[in-house]
Structures are given as C-alpha cells and as structure tokens.
C-alpha cells in the first residue's frame, strides 16, 4: 500500500490536465457532435492531455523508454483519429487509429506469444466481420475487417503479456486494451448494426478514454524499477 501510495504521489500531479480536460469535454459536449471545431477541441484534449503525462514522466531515446516512444506515437494518431471522425470523415479516422494500434502492437512487443489467445480473438472477430460485412459500404468492407485484425492483434498483445505477469501495470495496460475493444464495438453496433443504444456518446466516450489512460499510464515504470506493483 505503501508503495501504492507513493506511486500515486509521482504520478498523480502529471495526470492533473488530463482529469481537467475530461471534464471540460463532458460538461461542455453535451450531444453528439456535429463537426465544430470547439468541440473536435475538446475531444482531443484528453488524448493530448495523456501525450504530456507519457512525456513529462520521463522520455528519451534509449532502449528502456521504447515503449514509452511507441505508446506516445499511438496516442498521436488517436488524437488524428478523433479529430478526423469528429468532423465526419470516418474512414480516414479509422486509418489514423489503424496506424494507432499499430504502434501499441509495436509497444506490447511478441512475447510471450499465446498462441491460445490469439486464435480465441482471431475466431471472435471473424465471426463479427461476417455479421457485418453486409451493412458495409465499398470502402469500408475492405478497412473495416483490416481494422478489426488490428485491434484485435493489440488486444491480443496486451492479454499476452497481462497473463504471465504479476505487474499492476501491465494488467491495467490489458484492461485498458479491452475497454479499447469495447469502447469501438459499441460504435460498430450503433453504425453498422443500427442498434440504438442509451447514452451512445457517454459510453463510447468514457470506455474510451479509460483505455487510453490505461494504456499511458503502463509507462509509469519505464526507465526504472521503483514500481513493480505485484497482485497477490
């Protein structure tokens, strides 16, 4: 608990402007956007928000920061991709957040593998691109299924590791990675599926953006060993 407590002492100061902006986009955004520019701001500022935190932590070059380099890229095209959907242009934005979890891909790395896992996701999101692929235009049924294999793969990377590790970060990272999942299964079940969901915004919004801080907050440990959190 101690070391709990100090954890949160360092890292709770940096997270300040992404709780501002949290709720400056929530009480200010009060429906669904229709592409102004104040409130394609507001959405992104969150996201830019937890690129400070990834960089005032501590960031450099070297090899242990690599992660850390690999998760900031990512949070830089999901803030393109937030901006590009908020003004209509869905497939561009689903590019930017392809190339996003590419470079979380890349941050979760290859190993362990889990084979296991992997084939579980891959049967799962097949079965949902087939239950879809019917509502899909020309462009999209070719993105759409690209996408999903993406995301799934980031899911997939992040369970991985969560599983042979005993690191509250990392399992937060893989919590953080299916809220991700969730967050953008409920706009395909709005979008694709026509299902009208209460609140649609609010609970794609806030899924959202606790995978993001999930997903940024794995860096805290980066460059050193003082948080090595262990779930008992």
């Given at each position: 608990m101690n070391d709990f407590g100090q954890f949160a002492k360092a890292q709770?100061?940096?997270?300040v402007p992404f709780l501002v902006t949290l709720v400056l986009y929530f009480s200010l955004v009060r429906k669904d956007p229709q592409g102004e520019l104040w409130t394609t701001v507001l959405k992104?500022?969150?996201?830019?928000?937890?690129?400070?935190?990834?960089v005032a932590k501590g960031i450099s070059l070297k090899k242990e920061y690599r992660r850390s380099l690999w998760?900031?890229?990512?949070?830089?095209?999901?803030?393109?991709?937030?901006?590009?959907?908020?003004?209509?242009?869905?497939?561009?934005?689903?590019?930017?957040?392809?190339?996003?979890?590419?470079?979380?891909?890349?941050?979760?790395?290859w190993k362990p593998v889990k084979w296991l896992i992997g084939s579980a996701l891959y049967v799962a999101v097949s079965f949902f691109i087939y239950f879809v692929h019917q509502n899909l235009d020309e462009i999209l049924i070719i993105g759409v299924p690209i996408?999903?294999?993406?995301?799934?793969?980031?899911?997939?990377?992040s369970l991985a590791r969560a599983v042979d590790s005993r690191n509250f970060l990392t399992i937060f990272c893989a919590i953080g990675a299916i809220l991700f999942v969730i967050s953008d299964a409920l706009i395909a079940v709005t979008m694709f599926v026509g299902v009208p969901l209460p609140c649609a915004r609010l609970q794609i919004m806030i899924t959202y953006y606790a995978a993001q801080f999930a997903?940024?907050?794995?860096?805290?440990?980066?460059?050193?060993?003082?948080f090595r959190k262990k779930i008992k």
């Open positions: 709770g100061p940096k997270l992104c500022l969150p996201i830019v928000a937890l690129m400070f935190y990834v998760i900031l890229l990512g949070l830089v095209f999901s803030s393109g991709g937030d901006a590009l959907l908020n003004i209509n242009l869905f497939p561009f934005g689903m590019i930017s957040f392809g190339v996003a979890h590419v470079f979380y891909i890349s941050a979760f790395g996408y999903c294999f993406l995301i799934t793969t980031m899911l997939w990377r997903i940024a907050l794995s860096t805290a440990d980066d460059g050193q060993r003082s």
